[in-house]
């Protein structure tokens, strides 16, 4: 994967697991399901030239994920090109939530008779798919639920046929549409299972005034975990979010791709406090169920929180270390907030070691609060504390007798007394990094970098810290292990720095890529 | 009694010569797990801290005298078929432990338990442990911890997460109640055992007395929690809290696939339901152990 400034990234055009409009439509028509002639544009003119092949009327309809397009004035009908281009430069001057609409679909307006719903779902109970079938389909669906078949679909076989026969053999359609309107049922667990798709919607599926089935909407989300066996989807961001991916979004991706030690997962969900709100918090839990309950105390005790992230899974300090990273490019950060479970399985000492070392390098001007309760809590909270008792701003730990909503409290007071605002900024590192008087070394991801003249006093550390890895009895150092292996060592590694420099030997540094963090942080230090 | 493990259980690990799989094995056996052996292709004859390895769960199970539950451990994309080999081998329980296993593989998995008549909790799950007796999986992390952190009681504790299910059972320890079993079902949408069938093993439970959930927005398991309860199938009390109250209501709980479910999945319609069905729900999930508690006293067992 190459990296670039986000703008770059953008322009490659990213896509995440849950696909538009146009995404999913292209995927029912390889699979034999009938959907409008159209293409998608991102310009007036582009549209124009749409619609001028495509020869008639056209509807256009603004690719985005929100339900109810219609109700924003999102979807528009236009007789001829030119009327297309003028009601596509409205549409693209729509924006949905903070994010601007950037292309429209263009497509031949069709002549509907019967409108169906259809879905494809997974029924947690069955373990098993289901198809949700309503014949009188359209809007309002969610009223009529007596009238939805629900269909049992085989996860190998596909979907029951006599369900779907019975379904619609029962119903008052025209007898010559029901083969091709089972027909199309039927491909749509094809393409779900083909895609392995978490859910497919066509709302509606309709029967033209000419007799033809087609899909008129299509919504569908690909499985987060299956992207990996897919690469014809092209996404490359294998997240379901309720946006378009953010600049630090894409980055956090990258940095979870590229190291698979432990889970990283990041979202932005505000860039401004609500009204009456203490403040926007950079949040960084640490377990699904412990982040989203954390989440909740420090909501309860009222913040707004700019992110969700979640590091876990037994993580790497180096992956703790980017996300602290990526979590304090956000603007106008009040404090920061970090919380699991409280009684982590996981070592947490390593945590805290990417902790300490973000927070140093940023010079955290902002209190931090950090619930390290698990094991090794006690000795996770005197590595993060001590390391950075140096700093500018309150920087605690609390194990996991510390109740959440004690220690949101806790941070609370801090805050306010702090009445401090973060604005990102570029990390510093030691003088003799990048010099001829250190000797560097490869890593995963990154270089150590020694301070030569330093070595002997900094080696009893590293030797306690990082046992093995170099010779012992040198006056430069020289590994003891292959590069290769050497290279997987940057947690030890990033513990050797912290611990070095709590002794007052501040001679080893690890520096880490954070690829196109620097783009979207800026900042001078 | 404890249900779903105990120190009789015979247990297989799958992937046991790699990473996870070595640490959660000296997790298991430190604990008082009765690991019998462990597989990885192409490994027979070695050992790992004792517990023979053989090539495949056949020849495990013919070595052995038999598995009475498989642990897996293996990379998300070769859990699959990790699993549809413990249970062509005959293995009538499994625990999946990895994250990120494929939703349509979780659902080919659940077609072959279901024809073979065999079980399997998780997807992503941090496993199950029974205070005092055994564990399966890497709750604890530590047998020393796991040691430290449970106490064996009268309640049975199902979680959705796998941090809070340790932390559960660890509030509710520090105030006083010990624990018959945890069990944490795992966190994707395509789970082998449900709340609800976790639920009704606890009811058969003699030993236990009441049950703590910790529930989660998304799903229909806490509603189908509810209905066993409204249909006198569980009766011993429930204790419940659902996260993500804070979270955002996105999308996914309003398209329409979601709403003609019946407006189940989200927070409120999971508290309704359960505290319309019988049970206590707490708002804070501080506020556990106190109603626990007031739980036990209605059924006049000791919490220890």
Known sequence: ?525 | MAIIIDETKRVCIQGITGREGRARAALMLGYGTNVVAGVTPKKAGEEVLGVPVFDSVKDAVTATGGIDISVILVPAKFVKSAALEAIGAGVKLLLIVPDRVPMWDAMEIADAAKTAGAQFIGPNTLGVLSPGRAVIGMMGGKAESAKAWFKPGPVGVISRSGGMSSSTAYYLGKAGIGISTIVHVGGDSVLGMRIPDVALQFENDPDTHAIVIFGEIGGSMEEDLAALMTAGKVTKPVVAYIGGKAAKEGTRFSHAGAIIEGNRGTHISKTTALRNAGAIVVDGFGDLPEAAKKALESTSVRSM
């Open chain 1, 1 to 525: 994967m190459m990296f670039g400034p986000p703008a770059a990234m953008a322009a490659m055009g990213t896509s995440v697991a849950r696909l538009h409009e146009y995404q999913g439509k292209a995927l029912l028509k390889e699979h034999g399901i009938a959907v409008p002639k159209g293409s998608v544009a991102s310009s007036p003119a582009e549209a124009e030239r749409i619609a001028r092949e495509l020869g008639g009327p056209v509807v256009l309809k603004i690719q985005a994920w929100t339900t109810g397009r219609a109700a924003i004035g999102g979807v528009k009908f236009a007789d001829t090109p030119e009327e297309a281009a003028i009601a596509t430069k409205e549409l693209l001057d729509i924006t949905v939530g903070n994010f601007p609409v950037e292309q429209v679909l263009v497509e031949e307006k069709i002549a509907i008779k019967h409108e169906l719903f259809v879905s494809l779902t997974v029924d947690d109970a069955a373990r098993a798919p289901m198809i949700l079938l309503a014949l009188e389909g359209g809007t309002g669906i969610e009223d009529r639920a007596g009238d939805v078949a629900k269909l049992p679909v085989h996860v190998r076989d596909g979907v029951d046929r006599d369900s779907l026969d019975h379904a619609i053999g029962n119903s008052s359609l025209p007898k010559a549409q029901h083969a091709p309107l089972a027909e199309a049922v039927a491909s749509i667990a094809t393409v779900a299972k083909s895609v392995e798709a978490r859910s497919v919607e066509i709302n509606p599926l309709v029967v033209t005034d000419d007799g033809r089935v087609m899909a008129a909407d299509c919504r569908m989300t690909v499985d987060d975990y299956a992207v990996f066996r897919h690469p014809e989807l092209g996404i490359d961001i294998a997240r379901e979010l309720d946006h378009p991916p953010t600049a630090l979004e894409r980055i956090a991706y990258h940095v979870e791709e590229a190291d698979h030690r432990g889970t990283f997962y990041f979202a932005q969900l505000n860039t401004k406090p609500d009204a009456g709100s203490k403040g926007l918090v950079g949040f960084h839990g640490a377990g699904g169920g412990g982040s989203m309950m954390s989440m909740d105390a420090i909501t309860n005790v009222g913040f707004t929180i700019a992110n969700f992230t979640d590091t876990s899974g037994n993580p790497s300090a180096a992956k703790v270390y980017r996300a602290a990273r990526i979590i304090l490019s956000q603007p106008d950060l009040c404090g920061y907030f970090g919380s699991g479970s409280g009684v982590a399985s996981q070592e947490q000492f390593w945590s805290a070691y990417g902790l300490a070392k973000a927070f140093w390098e940023l010079e955290l001007s902002i209190p931090a609060v950090i619930r390290l309760g698990g094991n090794s809590e006690d000795r996770a909270i005197d590595i993060l504390q001590d390391a950075c008792t140096d700093l500018p701003a309150a920087i605690e730990g609390y194990r996991k007798d510390d109740t959440p909503g004690v220690i949101g409290q806790r941070f609370a007071s801090l805050v306010i007394a702090a009445s401090a605002t973060w604005q990102p900024r570029s990390p510093r590192k030691p003088s003799f990094v990048g010099t001829s008087g250190a000797t560097s070394f490869a890593i995963t991801g990154g270089t150590v970098w020694i301070d030569t003249p330093r070595w002997n006093d900094a080696l009893p550390t590293v030797q306690e810290f990082a046992p093995g890895l170099f010779d012992a009895d040198t006056s430069a150092p020289t590994l003891a292990i292959d590069a290769e292996a050497f290279a997987g060592k940057d947690s030890e590694l990033i513990a050797c720095e912290v611990e070095c420099r709590r002794r007052g030997c501040d001679a080893v540094f690890v520096e880490l890529d954070i690829p196109g963090l620097t783009e979207v942080a800026g900042g001078a230090h």
